[in-house]
Each structure stands twice: as C-alpha cells, then as structure tokens.
C-alpha cells in the first residue's frame, strides 16, 4: 500500500505543477484546470485515508483519473484525426496513453490490496 501512496502523491503532483503552469496567470484558470486538480486532490485525499480505510479510496482516486485521461485521449485523438490539428498532438497522445495505462495498472493494484484484507 506504501508504494501506491507515494505513486498518487506522486501523480498528483505533477497533475496539479502542470496545471499550474499551463495555466498560471489565464483568467480560464478556474473553468480549465479545476477537473484536473480535482483528481489531483482525489489522489491525495486516497493516499491519505488508504492507512485508514483501506484501498477503497485508491479505488476511486484512480478510477477518476483513468476517466479523465480517456476522454482528453479521445478529445486529443479527435483534434489529431479530423483537425485542427495540435501542434504537440502526438506528444499529448503518447503522455495520455500512459497516463491511462498507469490509473489501469494502479487500480488493478488497489483490488489485489483489498482483497488481501479481507
């Protein structure tokens, strides 16, 4: 359980730095990054109550954020598809990917934890 809190603070910290610097300044801030930084504070909130409640957070924290990436995935796909076309689409196609990939991994993780407490 220790290694998956420290991949979701991890996580959420460079969700919540890249937020803030993407959009640091804009007046968009608070329509723009609050989903993003909502699931960075999932993934804290998780870390935290997991040594309390168990993986269940862990559960949800992740499940967040794999829905997140799946739709900017798609979104990104689309821009990249039918245009207009990003100028760093691919980049943000690859990052995508592998953010999903890692809330996929750590939810399987999360139910291989909760299973072993019972």
Known sequence: ???????????????AA???ARFWGD??????????????????WAAWRSRRDGPVWHLVAWGALAGLSLVLLAETADHQLHG?????GA????????M????LWAIAR????????R
Do not use: H, T
């Open 1 to 15: 359980m220790r290694s998956l809190n420290r991949l979701a603070c991890l996580v959420a910290a460079i969700i």
């Open 18 to 20: 890249g937020e803030l």
């Open 27 to 44: 007046p968009r801030f608070i329509p723009m990054a609050l989903d993003e930084l909502a699931v960075a504070a999932a993934l804290i």
């Open 84 to 88: 207009p076309v990003k100028e760093a």
């Open 91 to 98: 980049i943000y196609l690859a990052v995508l990917g592998l």
């Open 100 to 103: 999903l990939a890692l809330a």
């Open 110 to 117: 999360a139910v291989r934890l909760g299973r072993g407490r």
